[in-house]
């Protein structure tokens, strides 16, 4: 991390130190970032690309083991404390943030047994509900922490099922959409349909580097060198794009629709293709058959569908990959503006401050900027020159502000480069 970052770092512990709730002290510690989704819109869950990185700001995770099956939950900043039963019967309150730690509960009991409780205590310093995937990292980190004080990584089940960091990124996705897994049943999960992404670029993330993935299974395809000259300025809109929300079910039509397109690839291809992203990926012929037997569907929404993640996984991110080996920036930008016109048309995910804040990311000089997360709200991410990028950043949120004035409440931006994945800071005593 830079230097001043480390420092926010250390302070974020403690402060979840300082507050820490129970008697007995915390003998765990993760600290687990949020993510940018540079590349690959609403394309995980079709089994497609993304390109993705962690964040340098994110949540500090502070645990301790309990002999009970109790999970006991406290968030430093806001001051709110929950609590509930590790059961394979427990439920989850949808809409609140405790919805994220109990479902991993839930399903790591159902498909694991396990026994212990925790006491977690966290901060963070990426805001909820902005697209940079804060709830996924919530899950993430309680799923390391019941991981750790159940001593999973020990267990012959858990080593059978998840033997690597992009498989248990899998597994995580599964959880937090409720799906199969393997030979793992699905349960219940925070109620999205959903993919794997988020929760891969939480645990497998390289730091300065972008990595690409494939997905549904989870396979790495490729990393590229972040240069160093390079910056990301990230700034939230103001408006909250929260996936257990009222957005809810704009979100999850976007996967109905996928699912269709989805059952029209299996007709066609039946076992040759694992889904609908692999069918678009390895057969040149796929979108072209399966516009001929959508179109008579008269649904628009597919066949645009079908071109955003067509161009997404055949044109967009295997040509940044190109471009970002060959040094060619100008190309980048062309080619994230052609995505960022894919998430207008293709998903109608975007709103006006969305939209609004790439314009004006473009109009303050970034190299390229887009949207990016669930839609509906949420972030945006500019790639500017280091050296510029605190003032970037000021301008950039000033003329938001100025045209948005309703979002100034919300609105915020951070600076940061692609950084460390989910990281344990010192270890359980076994005591």
């Known amino acids: 991390m830079e230097p001043e970052e480390a420092e926010r770092r250390a302070a974020l512990f403690d402060r979840v130190a300082l507050t820490w709730p129970w008697t007995d002290p915390p003998s765990l510690a993760w600290h687990v970032p949020g993510r940018i989704e540079v590349l690959g819109k609403h394309t995980d869950y079709a089994g497609g690309r993304s390109v993705v990185c962690a964040t340098e700001q994110g949540f500090a995770f502070l645990a301790r083991?309990?002999?009970?099956?109790?999970?006991?939950?406290?968030?430093?900043?806001?001051?709110?404390?929950?609590?509930?039963?590790?059961?394979?019967?427990q439920s989850a309150t949808l809409g609140d943030w405790s919805n994220y730690p109990m479902t991993?509960?839930?399903?790591?009991?159902?498909?694991?047994?396990?026994?212990?409780?925790?006491?977690?205590?966290?901060?963070?310093?990426v805001p909820f509900a902005a697209g940079v995937s804060s709830s996924s990292a919530l899950l993430v980190g309680t799923a390391l922490a019941l991981m750790a004080v159940n001593r999973l990584e020990q267990d012959s089940s858990f080593a059978a099922a998840i033997s690597s960091p992009e498989e248990f990124g899998g597994y995580l996705g599964a959880v937090e959409n409720g799906r199969p897994f393997g030979a793992l049943r699905g349960s219940g999960g925070v109620g999205t349909l959903g993919g794997s992404q988020d929760q891969t670029a939480i645990l497998c993330s390289r730091p300065n580097a972008l990595a690409q993935y494939r997905f549904d299974p989870v396979e790495l395809e490729g990393v590229m060198a972040w240069p160093d000259r390079?910056?990301?300025?990230?700034?939230?809109?103001?408006?909250?794009?929260e996936k257990t929300g009222a957005a809810i079910e704009h979100y999850n039509a976007l996967a109905r629709l996928t699912s269709v397109l989805s059952e029209h690839a299996r007709a066609i291809y039946g076992d040759?293709?694992?889904?609908?992203g692999a069918a678009l990926i390895d057969h040149e012929d796929a979108p072209s058959r399966i516009g001929e037997r959508i179109a008579s569907?008269?649904?628009p929404r597919l066949a645009a569908r079908l071109a955003q993640l067509t161009a997404e996984c055949r044109l967009i991110i295997p040509g940044v990959h190109r471009a970002f080996t060959r040094g060619d920036l100008r190309r980048v930008g062309e080619l994230v503006e052609l995505s960022q016109e894919g998430a207008e048309l293709g998903l109608g995910n975007q709103i006006p401050e969305t939209r609004a804040l790439v314009e004006m990311a473009r109009?303050?000089?970034a190299i390229a900027a887009s949207a990016f997360g669930a839609g509906f709200g949420g972030s945006v991410w500019a790639i500017v020159d280091r050296g510029d990028a605190p003032r970037f950043r000021a301008d950039w949120l000033a003329r938001y502000r100025s045209g948005f004035p309703e979002r100034r409440t919300g609105s915020a931006a951070v600076i940061t480069r692609p950084a460390i994945p989910a990281t344990r800071l010192f270890p359980d005593s076994g005591r």
């Open 297 to 299: 569907l008269g649904d």
């Open 363 to 365: 109009i303050e000089g």
């Open 230 to 241: 390079l910056s990301f300025v990230i700034a939230a809109s103001g408006v909250v794009a």
């Open 272 to 276: 040759q293709i694992r889904s609908l």
């Open 104 to 125: 991993a509960a839930r399903r790591l009991a159902a498909d694991f047994g396990i026994e212990r409780g925790a006491d977690i205590a966290f901060a963070s310093d």
């Open 65 to 89: 083991p309990r002999s009970d099956r109790v999970l006991r939950l406290f968030d430093a900043v806001r001051s709110e404390a929950r609590d509930g039963a590790i059961s394979v019967d």
